[in-house]
């Protein structure tokens, strides 16, 4: 990967809370009860990771990439009916026993430029030589 990234942000993602994909998300991750799980954060943060997992310059081979890490710090619950914002930054990349590890931070926020939660999510590429036979 192209670790001169470090730092960079990428451009702006709106996200519609609707009813319906927070009942799909919740139904799909097994969240019962009324309102919106904690986890559908996950949604604007992946609809945001989506320009960095295919931007060129970071030569990012996304087939041997695999989800090591996540963390949240809410803020406040999302709801309902509201748009947010969601925006990327590559906050470091390097590389550690073989493997380079890449942290993503995003940051969603409501129409009023409040923070609602912090995503942190850590996705380590594995060598191109991993499992290979020897």
């Known amino acids: 990967m192209n670790e001169a990234l470090a730092g960079k942000t990428y451009p702006v993602v709106r996200f519609r809370v609707s009813a319906e994909r927070v009942r799909a998300f919740a139904d799909a991750v097994g969240a019962p009860g009324a309102g919106v799980p904690p986890t559908f954060a996950t949604?604007?943060?992946?609809?945001?990771?989506?320009?960095?997992?295919?931007?060129?310059?970071?030569?990012?081979?996304?087939?041997?990439?695999?989800?090591?890490?996540?963390?949240y710090e809410w803020a406040r619950p999302i709801a309902v009916g509201e748009e947010l914002t969601a925006t990327s930054t590559i906050e470091s990349i390097r590389s550690k026993a073989g493997s380079e590890l890449l942290v993503v931070a995003t940051d969603v926020r409501d129409t009023e430029d409040r923070a609602v939660v912090a995503a942190r999510c850590t996705l380590v590429v594995r060598s191109p030589t991993a499992g290979a036979a020897t």
């Open 43 to 71: 949604a604007p943060e992946i609809d945001a990771m989506a320009a960095v997992i295919a931007d060129p310059e970071l030569e990012l081979d996304f087939s041997r990439v695999v989800h090591a890490d996540q963390s």
